[in-house]
């Protein structure tokens, strides 16, 4: 027995100690299984990553295909278009535009040819200052390569390839009026010269197109160009522009109906107020402040800007010529008020006595006293012929502001918080308008013709004919009709069709009379009646 129990104690320690040693394997497992979870987990974040770059990548590599195909569209459009345009006859576009606009009329220059009109009088064209070329003959080393390539005009590549060079060469000395020394810059030559001002972008072209159409070529139609910079101000003085209280345009509304008119209005003295409208002096070329532009001059105080110059020494790399003033000077033109064309010319010699010494020598600006150059030709038979557009809104006068914010800057600047009080004014962002082609207005463009040099005057000892033939503006249609075949702004009329028609006629032969006499739609001669000057 006792042996028997001694058996069974110890088999039942040896089934303790077989549990007690099997005690540990939960926890091992849990370790595992611990183990196995994180492995997964870090597993399905580098997953998750690797997705996550992927689809980055093929974000990116999308983008990128999508701008790469957009530009391979874009440039196949281009040249599928290119090559359409090259291979279709030439009257498809004009089929597709007639298809959209209708029936496109007949250029003037075809237009005359079926008339049977002819070559007659020789043609020669002076464009203004801007749009004619100029290349170089002779410069400074950073324009090597250049000779005879164009400075103005054309592409203007050599503004923004070496733009402090080319300012170099395209100014002038401020007292000779010359090009600097070692620089040529000359007037390009050629109908070339002035046919387009730039790429795309006509200025005599139309015109030169269709005077060819009735048999016009170089040796029967030039262009002179011309170079100079100076004569930018307008000629007559106050007698033609008006006075502080006085100018012919005084009751110009600017919203009136144009109605042909080639009668000469009958007119009242200088100074009258007509049809009981509101008018404005455009006399007053530059005003500081609107209350400065309406009221009368008796209660305008106005001090002498002339005096001693108090020299501005800190700006003389700034102000050029100007260094020569400093603020106290500047604020003493804003304390004149207000100034006409005489005056004008008075403080352009008090800012720029040099520029002005210059242009004194070769230029008047008031009415002319020695008529032996002035005068027109003794050819009584000869016919003179203004040719304008009207209908625009044209700058004729300003309203300044002193704003002495910056001490190295002229502190002069347009008041644009200046308008007028109703449709009617014209006043607009400090600004006065009155009829014109946006750039000259209609006294200026038709003063001389009008009266000037209208019959027998001081200034046409021969009675000379002339006439006027204003163009009034009708803007284009349409985009596919470009600047406009009816187009009465400065430059864009010299596309259009009535103008072209008539110079065209002119050269082959025609009178005044033949086109119709006067053809107005301005108060040109209400205007010009309004001016007394000894004829």
């Known amino acids: 027995m006792p042996a028997a129990r001694r058996r069974k104690g110890h088999g039942g320690d040896s089934k303790k100690a077989t549990t ?43 983008c990128i295909d999508g701008c790469c195909w957009l530009i391979g569209f874009i440039c196949s ?62 410069g400074h080393p950073c324009m090597d390569g250049l000779f005879r390539k164009r400075l103005w005009g054309g592409t203007f590549g050599e503004i923004y390839k070496r733009p402090l060079c080319w300012i ?30 730039a790429a795309g972008y006509f200025v005599w072209a139309v015109l030169i197109a269709n005077l060819a159409r009735i048999g016009y070529e170089e ?6 160009t011309w170079d100079s910079t100076m004569s930018l101000i307008p000629k007559g003085g106050d007698a033609i522009w008006g006075t502080l209280d006085w100018s012919p345009e005084a009751d110009h509304e600017c919203v009136a109906k144009k109605v042909k008119k080639n009668e000469t209005q009958a007119v009242g003295e200088n100074g009258a107020v007509f049809d009981g409208l509101k008018s404005h002096n455009y006399g007053r070329i530059i005003s500081f402040g609107k209350d400065v532009a309406e009221l009368h001059s008796s209660k305008v105080e106005r001090v002498d800007f002339r005096g001693n110059n108090f020299a501005n020494r800190s700006c003389r790399d700034v102000w050029n010529e100007y260094h020569e003033m400093g603020i106290a000077d500047m604020k003493a033109v804003a304390d004149y008020k207000a100034f006409t064309i005489e005056s004008v010319l008075e403080l352009l010699e008090f800012v720029a006595p040099r520029m002005m010494k210059r242009g004194s020598a070769h230029y008047s600006y008031g009415i002319a006293d020695n008529l032996e150059d002035p005068k027109l030709p003794n050819a009584p038979e000869m016919e003179i012929f203004s040719m304008y557009g009207v209908g625009l809104p044209t700058e004729r006068s300003y309203i300044y502001k002193f704003s002495p914010t910056a001490e190295c800057h002229i502190p002069f600047q347009i008041d644009t918080s200046a308008e007028g009080g109703n449709d009617e004014d014209c006043l607009r962002a400090g600004v006065y308008s009155v009829d014109g082609d946006e750039t000259v207005p209609v006294l200026s463009a038709g003063f001389m013709c009008a009266k000037g040099w209208r019959g027998k005057t001081r200034f046409n000892p021969s009675g000379i004919k002339t006439y006027i033939r204003e163009y009034d503006h009708a803007p284009p249609a349409t985009l596919l009709e470009g600047r406009g075949t009816q187009s009465g702004n400065h430059v864009d009329i010299m596309g259009n069709f009535a103008l072209i028609e008539d110079i065209i006629r002119v050269a082959a032969g025609a009178t005044g009379n033949d086109l119709g006499g006067d053809q107005v739609y301005s108060d040109v001669f209400k205007w010009s009646e309004r001016i007394k000057l000894r004829l």
């Open 20 to 62: 007690s040693e099997q005690q540990p394997a939960p926890r091992l497992d849990r370790k595992v299984e611990e183990q196995k979870r994180e492995k997964e987990r870090k597993t399905k974040d580098l997953n998750n990553k690797n997705i996550n770059n992927l689809k980055k990548e093929r974000s990116k590599r999308t």
């Open 77 to 138: 459009t281009w040249w599928f278009l290119l090559f359409l345009y090259n291979a279709m006859p030439a009257s498809f576009p004009q089929y597709v535009t007639e298809a959209i606009t209708g029936p496109m009329p007949d250029p003037p220059g075809v237009k005359m040819h079926k008339e049977g009109l002819k070559v007659k009088h020789p043609v020669i064209f002076v464009p203004g200052i801007v749009t004619g070329g100029l290349e170089l003959w002779e």
């Open 168 to 197: 170099e060469h395209m100014s002038l000395d401020n007292e000779t009026g010359l090009d600097p020394p070692g620089v040529r810059v000359r007037p390009v030559s050629g109908l070339v010269a002035a046919d387009y001002f």
């Open 219 to 224: 040796k029967n139609m030039m262009t002179r």
